[in-house]
């Protein structure tokens, strides 16, 4: 289903812009249907910008796999607030509105890749992190579950 940006002036339409606004995120809010009912969860993510791929560290059982084993489409958002101008009744936002399909990651490989991918997005100095682990990263594999999202659409926007 398309969907069409109504403030045309504010949609950002540059890839290497709606790239910039996703590797600076840290959250996403995935909207899932549960039977006829919305269900929202919020999740720090790891972007594969290559691959245009986001991907979530989650527990290996509950309610959201229980759904997407049903209804693996979803929409996600990101959110850059700048903060509220006060006095100006202005709120500075940059924000990005994705649709894909999520898969839960079983292949090891992947796995590995899906760790590195949020590390490297979310810690400051993904080295320093890694090199402070006393343990293998290979040895935790079987018990990481992560989601994949395939984007398949992306939108974006900017507030004053």
């Not at 398309?2 to 045309?8: G, L, N, P, Y």
């Not at 006095?87 to 994705?98: D, M, Q, T």
């Amino acid at each position: 289903m398309a969907h069409h940006m109504r403030r045309k002036d504010r949609e950002i339409t540059d890839a290497a812009e709606i790239a910039s606004l996703l590797r600076r995120g840290r959250y996403c809010t995935l909207a899932l249907v549960d039977d006829g009912e919305p269900y929202l969860v919020t999740l720090s993510y790891g972007y594969d910008e290559a691959a245009r791929r986001f991907y979530f560290h989650v527990a290996p059982e509950g309610h959201k796999l229980d759904i997407i084993a049903r209804e693996p489409r979803a929409c996600g958002t990101v959110i850059l607030d700048h903060g509220y101008v006060a006095g100006e009744c202005e709120h500075p936002f940059e924000s990005a509105v994705l649709r894909g399909r999520l898969r839960v990651v079983t292949d090891d490989a992947e796995k590995r890749h899906a760790i590195m991918t949020l590390v490297a997005h979310l810690e400051e100095d993904p080295e320093a992190y890694w090199s402070g682990r006393s343990w293998k990263l290979d040895d935790r594999l079987a018990g990481f579950s992560a989601l994949c999202l395939e984007i398949e659409s992306v939108s974006a926007k900017r507030g004053k």
